[in-house]
T-cell receptor, first 113, second 112 residues
Framework: QQQVKQSPQSLIVQKGGIPIINCAYE??????FPWYQQFPGKGPALLIA?????SEKKEGRFTISFNKSAKQFSLHIMDSQPGDSATYFC????????????FGKGTKLTVNP | DAGITQSPRHKVTETGTPVTLRCHQT?????MYWYRQDPGHGLRLIHY???????DKGEVSDGYSVSRSKTEDFLLTLESATSSQTSVYFC???????????FGPGTRLTVT
């Protein structure tokens, strides 16, 4: 049972483009939504995260947009660079001591020079 | 890297043999997790720990066991490895209520 649906599976953009990766969730108890970036042969690295009390969060060139009513959130990468080529995972979790994250299946982003 | 190391980093083993993967952390995080990553499946939680000797099952726990006798070490054991357990295994830690998890470098396990 997949609780976080991520799209697209893969994405190719030109340098300077704005790739957008989308995620949708079902569990209304989720209240923490992080994005992870993973380079080949490395572990996922926390990139940016948002909580549902705000609709947007920016960190450098990375922006999360959050739509609570639609139960959707997305990652935008401004002025994308070839070094941004990686796999991106969205995730979600709720309250509680275990803090278990549920991950989307990932999006492989390629930024061409 | 949140002070996380995983060992071994690569392992090839035969079907039916026991395998133990180790996760070691140096920053006294309370929570530790084991995930497996497979193409098309993303990251799936195997087991997690919320303290020494306190563990619980995740989404794909069948065929795996874990132990945590010290804060810094979380062991994942495959009692009798199968080819379906060929995967990349990641350990993660978190220590606050903010749900932030930090991942180790991974172990690539191949079961032949």
């Amino acid at each position: 049972q997949q609780q976080v649906k991520q799209s697209p599976q893969s994405l190719i953009v030109q340098k300077g483009g704005i790739p957008i990766i989308n995620c949708a969730y079902e569990n209304t108890a989720f209240d923490y939504f992080p994005w992870y970036q993973q380079f080949p042969g490395k572990g996922p690295a926390l990139l940016i995260a948002i909580r549902p009390d705000v609709s947007e969060k920016k960190e450098g060139r990375f922006t999360i947009s959050f739509n609570k009513s639609a139960k959707q959130f997305s990652l935008h990468i401004m002025d994308s660079q070839p070094g941004d080529s990686a796999t991106y995972f969205c995730a979600a979790s709720g309250q509680g001591g275990s803090e278990k994250l549920v991950f989307g299946k990932g999006t492989k982003l390629t930024v061409n020079p | 890297d949140a002070g996380i190391t995983q060992s071994p980093r690569h392992k090839v083993t035969e079907t039916g043999t026991p395998v133990t993967l180790r996760c070691h952390q140096t920053e006294n995080h309370r929570y530790m997790y084991w995930y497996r990553q497979d193409p098309g499946h993303g990251l799936r939680l195997i087991h997690y720990s919320y303290g020494v000797k306190d563990t619980d099952k995740g989404e794909v726990s069948d065929g795996y066991s874990v132990s945590r006798s010290k804060t810094e070490d979380f062991l994942l054991t495959l009692e009798s490895a199968t080819s379906s357990q060929t995967s990349v295994y990641f350990c993660a830690v978190s220590g606050t209520s903010l749900n932030e998890q930090y991942f180790g470098p991974g172990t690539r396990l191949t079961v032949t």
